[in-house]
């Protein structure tokens, strides 16, 4: 079996999960592992893993421009996000990622879990609370920016790596 693992990320965390998958199949499986800004199209596989960090809701455009063109084969998608503690939100964000799919494409489903932030995004939380210290939106936020800090974390890659499993078994 041919895998390519295709995903941006900026800060690292999509990067993470992208290097845990790669780590559960050999050397000779791996045909791709890397940037969706540099992925040839030439190369050809049998499963494919899309990732991205989560922008304004959505996957980026740029791995967006790559799984559009991707058809007929068995995709695999997988994710951070800043926003954790719902399992409703992880869903939203899953339909959105798999609205760019093509149909012709088999599923084997999504993997998404929290990601951590930068700190200028704890800064404007901090300074918009100086602001508005009655918003209490704002203080949810800051709260959810602290519990994001760890993730991806141990039980994060636990998880992602039984995701792996599953998808080795529906293809
Ligand atoms: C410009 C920008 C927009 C973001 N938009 C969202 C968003 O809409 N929803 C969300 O849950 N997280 C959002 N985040 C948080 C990132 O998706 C999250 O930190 C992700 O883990 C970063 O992944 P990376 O390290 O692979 O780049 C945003 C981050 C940035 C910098």
Known sequence: MKVAIIYESITGNT?????????RFTKDEIVYCGDARKFDFNIDADLYFIGSWTNR????????????????????????????GSI???????????SSMDETNKYLGCFICQGKMPLSVKNRYIDMIKDNPLDKNLEVSL?????????????????????VSDVKNNI
Request: net charge positive.
């Open 15 to 23: 990067k993470l999960l992208a290097d845990t998958i790669e780590k």
């Open 57 to 84: 809701g959505d996957m980026t455009l740029n791995v967006k421009n790559v799984l559009r063109r991707i058809t007929n084969k068995n995709i695999a998608l997988f994710g951070t996000c800043g926003y954790g």
């Open 88 to 98: 409703d939100y992880f869903k939203t964000l899953e339909s959105r990622f798999k």
């Open 143 to 163: 709260k959810n920016y602290e519990e994001a800090v760890i993730h991806p974390d141990m039980n994060d890659l636990e998880n992602l790596k039984k995701f």
